[in-house]
């Protein structure tokens, strides 16, 4: 009995020991790395001083950060043909209106919506599902999908999605001809 006590004391004390690493203010936890200048913007002035989402100069490396085909007609139908051959459709819907993955229709970017950072979100992938492209598909395919995911919801936008069929209003039993 006084061993197993002894053992289930020693069990804790480590557990509790474990607990506290990583806490704040121990010992353990490594200084914060400076955040380069290059990285901050408006949220410059918050208290943890990083700006979020994606940073496409530091992301980028060698690659143009501005998409050399931007407005180009041809390259984004060439971009929109890709969107539907490698499959982006099957995540993000025939029109990018959303399925599995996001909607690319709307003004929510989890990461960033400019060409730099849908380049990178397409390049490098993102987590919980997007694949990397990178490896796969040429950077001026990927520029290409890119100018075309710029266009969705504009009148550049190559093929818009057919309207829905209109609905054709049924009155209720009883309620034609009812009245005074």
């Not at 499959?87 to 599995?100: F, Q, R, T």
Request: net charge positive; hydrophobic share 40%; glycine share 14%.
């Amino acid at each position: 009995m006084r061993v197993t006590f002894s053992v289930s004391l020693l069990a804790l004390c480590l557990c509790l020991g474990a607990c506290k690493r990583g806490a704040a203010g121990s010992e353990s936890q490594a200084p914060a790395a400076p955040v380069p200048d290059s990285t901050r913007g408006a949220a410059a002035g918050s208290s943890a001083g990083v700006q979020p989402g994606i940073h496409p100069q530091m992301l980028l490396g060698s690659r143009a950060a501005r998409n050399p085909y931007a407005g180009d007609r041809s390259a984004i139908a060439t971009g929109r043909q890709l969107f539907v051959g490698m499959n982006c459709a099957g995540c993000h819907s025939d029109y990018a209106g959303g399925a599995i993955g996001p909607s690319l229709r709307d003004s929510l970017w989890i990461y960033g919506n400019q060409d730099a950072q849908i380049f990178s979100t397409i390049a490098e992938g993102r987590p919980n599902g997007m694949p990397a492209w990178a490896g796969r598909l040429p950077d001026d395919m990927i520029w290409r999908i890119v100018a075309y995911i710029k266009t969705l919801g504009t009148p550049a936008e190559p093929e818009k999605p057919p309207l829905p069929a209109p609905t054709q209003l049924r009155e209720a039993p009883g309620s034609a001809g009812a009245g005074g």
